[in-house]
């Protein structure tokens, strides 16, 4: 069992907050999308080299992993080099030297205030930046970036292409598709039977070679999807997994006590309510359609819209108003 298999252990309550995705880890995103986009390293290949880090994977955090499995998979495809890459880190990481310059003395400035010459205070005179520059898993990425842009394989276009559509194109597609179902029940049948076509059908392009599937809530049976080995999940749909998606602790929890991890999510369920896990891979991933909440049926898609969100579409909460 390698250390990314976690499904089933025991582990402590879920950090329910969703940090922000700082620009190293949004263009740690954009290179490895753009390149298994087109098919040149697979996320198979990729999930490959990060699984085989052992101990050390859970010493680094999700990109910094992400960064050494992309390393390991350029170089073992002859993409680059290691010569060429260790050459080209010090050119990148020369673009974020800048001078640093010492604040002026507060006490030997005045200004007028009222007329009247004013001291500066402590707070006038505040650094707003600390002067580390990007981590070193950043300085390899973007060496990696450059390296494959001058041999044309990806193109630097391709990757702040998915850095946009991922801040503002892809988090909306699966709200978009879910108010469709909802109003539209013939969409809603061809959602369940064959969902890539069905979504394909109102002009959306998921750009992934995995299946997606769609799972139905009901008053009967309630679904759920987590991955237990990585971070499984429908990006060109719904944008980046949260940060608790990703975590060890809800990627072995929910597998053995689901009512508990949506009982942290303030979802409680009834006790004759069946639930039901999907364990999504890189072959499959899975959209959970939740229940139409009473009190909707004259709304219009914009309204809709605005009470569904990714967590209802990842069934850890559902949707109401």
């Not at 009473?294 to 898609?301: A, D, N, V």
């Amino acid at each position: 069992m390698g250390p990314h298999d976690v499904g089933g252990e025991r582990a402590e309550s879920i950090n329910l907050e969703n940090q922000s995705m700082n620009y190293w880890e949004k263009f740690s995103n954009g290179l490895r999308i753009a390149i298994s986009a087109k098919k040149i390293i697979v996320l198979d290949e990729l999930r490959l080299a990060s699984e085989s880090l052992g101990d050390d994977y859970f010493k680094m955090e999700y990109f910094e992993r992400n960064s050494m499995a992309m390393i390991s998979c350029v170089i073992k495809k002859q993409l680059i080099s290691e010569k060429e890459l260790k050459d080209k880190i010090p050119i990148i990481k020369k673009k974020f030297d800048i001078p640093i310059i010492d604040l002026p003395n507060k006490e030997s400035i005045n200004h007028l205030h009222d007329n009247h010459e004013a001291p500066h205070q402590k707070k006038d005179f505040v650094e707003d930046e600390y002067g580390e520059g990007p981590p070193d898993y950043f300085l390899r990425m973007m060496a990696i970036a450059e390296l494959l842009s001058e041999k044309n394989i990806i193109s630097m276009n391709d990757i702040h292409t998915k850095i946009d559509q991922f801040d503002n194109e892809f988090p909306s597609r699966g709200i978009k598709v879910v108010a469709k179902a909802w109003q539209d029940d013939q969409f809603r049948e061809y959602l369940i039977d064959n969902a890539k076509d069905a979504i394909a059908s109102i002009g959306i392009k998921l750009e992934t070679f995995a299946d997606i599937i769609c799972m139905p809530q009901s008053s009967s049976i309630h679904h759920m999807v987590v991955c237990t080995l990585c971070s499984c999940y429908p990006r060109t749909l719904l944008g980046m997994p949260p940060t608790w998606y990703k975590s060890r602790s809800y990627r072995s929890r929910v597998v053995h006590e689901p009512r508990s991890v949506l009982a942290e999510f303030g979802t409680v369920l009834a006790q004759d309510v069946e639930i039901r896990v999907h364990d999504s891979n890189a072959d499959m991933r899975y959209l959970i359609l939740p229940v139409r909440p009473e009190g909707t049926e004259k709304w219009g898609e914009e309204k809709l819209t605005s009470i569904i969100s990714r967590d209802h579409l990842v069934g850890v909460r559902i949707p109401k108003i």
